[in-house]
């Protein structure tokens, strides 16, 4: 069996260290064991509201950014999710093989629902009962869903699960908070395999690779780093400067005590394990030889060399970034290029899958 590899981004804001070091850094190492396909997933961006003219602008900045980090596009196929039109048209067909049970026990949904409703400035009585009635969901009765929740928030995975195997990829490369969702996948081609007695989709692997599978808020060792905190002071962004990354780390949380000698002692205090993770996983080290280099350090000490390695790997990034950016019509062409070679394999996909399905084909 081919060994392919696909994964995505959502256009919403600026990347993070979570993302490039959970996800995109990981790509990069990928492109020279299989074949790969990496798309910025806009039609995912879109369950939530966006404005039509920035979502144009963050589609080009992310795809900007896979290729800044190292994504060489003669090895892999990059390319924008809209562009490739199997992705909607399988999603669809998806969506007739998989229980709304199977979705509602999703906790991605839950997570942005609450948001939504936290943004639309209810008050917190009304947060309480949305987030109260979400956990409902999960054992199972789907009747409570907010009745204004939007059908595509809902069918967000059944998408991610056709982007996945309108290629019929085996592999896909994603940071931890993916996993459920790639469990759900490999429930749905299970489905269709069985529903259409056809062994046809291969049952996609998750890569959740490196030290940094989970990378936690600077400000709140228990949170997850993510684009959608209120708090700027919680992330790294692909786009600050080195002012920018100091400030953020010299102010990040942490405890009064230095860097202990082994991993274990370390697990029990989330925010000096966030810190030490995201060294490790900047300078390509296991965890435990950061602690062997820096045991004993205080923090203050320890930050000051954090900085520097988060500075040396993340600026030559933001840099590139910006000058891909200065002139957007090669970024265009390169997505040009992808969609033609996406569009080649999906579109045979297609015809084998209706052939299989007996849709009209002739
Ligand atoms: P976000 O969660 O920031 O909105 P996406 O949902 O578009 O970003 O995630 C893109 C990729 O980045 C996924 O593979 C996801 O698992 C990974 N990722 C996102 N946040 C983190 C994090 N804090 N730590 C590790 N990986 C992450
Ligand atoms: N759901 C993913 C996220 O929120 C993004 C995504 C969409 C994705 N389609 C995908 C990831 C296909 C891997 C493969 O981060």
């Avoid at 981004?9 to 492109?31: D, E, I, R, S």
Wanted: a neutral charge; glycine letters at 4%; aromatic letters at 6%.
């Amino acid at each position: 069996m081919v060994h392919r590899i696909l994964s995505g981004m959502q256009p919403t804001g600026n990347l993070h260290l979570g993302n490039y070091l959970g996800a995109l850094k990981n790509w990069v190492k990928l492109q020279d064991t299989a074949e790969c396909y990496y798309c910025v997933v806009d039609l995912h961006a879109i369950t939530v509201p966006q404005d039509p003219q920035k979502l144009k602008q963050a589609t080009r900045e992310t795809a900007a950014a896979y290729i800044a980090a190292g994504i060489d596009t003669r090895k892999s196929t990059l390319f924008v999710q809209s562009a490739v039109s199997a992705h909607a048209e399988l999603g669809w067909i998806l969506s007739t093989l998989t229980p709304l049970g199977w979705l509602g026990r999703m906790t991605q949904f839950k997570d942005t629902k609450a948001r939504i409703k936290y943004k639309a400035n209810v008050s917190e009585e009304e947060q309480k009962k949305a987030a109260a009635s979400i956990r409902k969901i999960v054992v199972d009765d789907v009747s409570i869903i907010p009745s204004d929740a939007k059908l595509g928030l809902f069918a967000y995975p059944v998408l991610m699960a056709a982007d996945i195997l309108a290629y019929k990829a085996t592999h896909v490369p994603v940071g931890e908070d993916q996993k459920q969702h790639l469990e759900l996948t490999r429930d749905i081609a299970g489905a269709f395999n069985r529903a259409y007695n056809a062994e046809y989709f291969p049952i996609p692997e998750p890569q959740i690779l490196g030290e940094a599978t989970r990378v936690m808020s600077l400000r709140d060792g228990t949170k997850k780093m993510s684009k959608s905190d209120e708090s700027d002071y919680s992330r790294i962004n692909l786009t600050d400067d080195a002012d920018a990354i100091a400030l953020k780390i010299k102010k990040a949380k942490t405890d009064a005590d230095p860097l202990p000698e082994t991993v274990a002692e370390l697990e029990k205090r989330p925010e000096a394990y966030n810190l030490v993770t995201i060294y490790a996983a900047l300078s390509d080290s296991p965890r435990g030889a950061v602690l062997e280099a820096h045991t004993g350090e205080q923090f203050s000490t320890f930050k000051k060399d954090l900085t520097e390695m988060a500075v040396a790997k993340l600026l030559p990034i933001t840099e590139k970034m910006r000058r891909l950016l200065a002139d957007p019509v090669e970024i265009d062409q390169i997505l040009i290029r992808g969609e033609e070679h996406a569009n080649a394999l999906t579109q045979k996909h297609m015809r084998e899958i209706k052939d299989i399905i007996g849709l009209w084909n002739v």
